[in-house]
């Protein structure tokens, strides 16, 4: 392939990679949004029927559930999508994918996490992005536990039928991440970018085998 060849496949690359990502952050919204715009349409239906309780009526209660989830997701999207300066600890974690990761039906467990861990802005990014693909693990819901600390953390997830995503493994086997999640699509974002966040962090992702799922795990040196 010439250089000019190259270059030109880089940046189609790099066009669908982001045409990827946006497509993942509308998805992820998209759920809650349908439950405000079903919100409002509600409303119109009991202010015809003149049933409009300031603040009281069903449909109140349907539009501050879609917009407090579309708050969380978009705040959990843009600590992973957007560079940060801000270090996380578990507190920190847990208010940001708690009730997030797996469609909210995935439990989150920070236990494990040592005492006083600390990620700093790249590896809570990882981390984070982490959680995120665990919660894809587990499609009937489930646990994800958290062990180790900054310079080793481990994700372990539990559930019914529980599998990490092809596109994870894909990547982790040695495909190229970006090509992964071009191959794979919107649904298959993750597993890709939590690998590309991690070695961006210093990680060295990989998956522990042993009885049960494997464990995921971000560790250094």
Not at 114 to 138: H, K, N, Q, W
Not at 189 to 218: D, H, I, N
Request: proline share 5%; charged share 15%.
């Amino acid at each position: 392939m010439t250089a000019n060849g190259a270059s030109a496949a880089a940046a189609d690359a790099a066009l669908r990679f982001a045409e990827i990502i946006a497509a993942r952050l509308c998805h992820d919204v998209s759920g809650p949004l349908s439950i405000v715009g079903n919100a409002a349409e509600l409303s119109r239906l009991e202010a015809e029927a003149g049933n409009a309780a300031g603040g009281g009526g069903e449909a109140m209660a349907m539009m501050r559930e879609g917009a407090e989830a579309i708050a969380a997701r978009i705040h959990l999207q843009r600590a992973i999508f957007t560079a940060s300066t801000t270090p996380l600890v578990a507190q920190d974690i847990a208010r940001l994918a708690g009730g997030v990761v797996g469609g909210g039906r995935a439990e989150l467990n920070l236990a494990g996490l040592a005492p006083a861990t600390v990620f700093d802005p790249a590896s809570g990014r990882a981390v984070l992005a982490a959680l995120m693909v665990a919660g894809e693990a587990l499609k009937r819901g489930g646990t994800i536990a958290c062990h180790g600390g900054t310079e080793d953390v481990a994700f372990a997830v539990a559930g019914t039928n529980a599998a990490w995503p092809p596109s994870l493994t894909t990547v982790l086997g040695g495909a190229d991440p970006v090509a992964a999640a071009i191959a794979g699509g919107s649904r298959e974002l993750m597993g890709p970018m939590a690998v590309l966040l991690a070695r961006e962090a210093g990680y060295t992702p990989s998956l522990l085998m042993g009885a049960g799922v494997p464990l995921l795990r971000f560790a250094r040196g």
